[in-house]
């Protein structure tokens, strides 16, 4: 009997975690405002359905995100619904801290046609990461998500040939018209 009630419990057990691993990842509801002052609702105010997220948990990690967007934006020519928001994830702060932060990314980013999408925002981190499940903070992590917020596909790090292939592929099977990677070529031997 009690063999047969271990069982139970065990396959109960399995059960769950299978249909929680079934369950899709979905952007939580994040509601800040972009360095531009807008107000912003994600998923909410998602207009396309491949939106990437660059999110990024510490300033140092700015390099890797502008590089990110450079490649991103030259996706944009094949791709021009292709929307991509920037995302400092921070822990919740009050008031001045927040404007500080703002106003110190805004000083440090000439660049002016990013701030409509920058979005720091301030939250229970540990609640959001475990959400989308991130494991790490010391990397950045872009996330490929449909419409209503669901997670279609994740890389993390610096834009690498590798990393950039496994983004167009997940882009490429969300329905962008981006069209197949070529292979680099293999180098030939020089005698």
Do not use: C
């Amino acid at each position: 009997m009690r063999s047969l009630t271990a069982r139970i419990l065990l396959l109960t057990l399995f059960a769950a975690m299978a249909a929680r691993a079934a369950e899709p990842v979905v952007l939580p509801t994040i509601s800040f405002y972009t360095l531009s002052k807008d107000h912003l609702t994600l998923p909410a105010d998602f207009r396309s359905d491949r939106n990437l997220l660059l999110l990024y948990f510490d300033l140092t990690q700015e390099r890797d995100i502008n590089d990110w967007n450079a490649v991103i934006d030259g996706w944009r020519g094949g791709d021009p619904s292709l929307m991509s928001y920037t995302v400092l994830v921070s822990p919740q702060k009050n008031f001045l801290s927040r404007w500080w932060q703002n106003a110190s990314m805004r000083s440090a980013s000439p660049d002016h046609s990013h701030w409509p999408s920058t979005l720091p925002i301030y939250v229970d981190k540990h609640a959001f990461e475990q959400k989308l499940g991130i494991s790490t903070e010391k990397q950045v992590l872009l996330l490929l998500t449909d419409r209503k917020g669901r997670v279609l596909g994740r890389v993390g790090g610096p834009p690498t040939d590798s990393s950039r292939t496994a983004l167009k592929s997940a882009l490429n099977a969300a329905g962008s018209p981006l069209g197949t990677i070529a292979a680099p070529a293999a180098a030939t031997p020089s005698h």
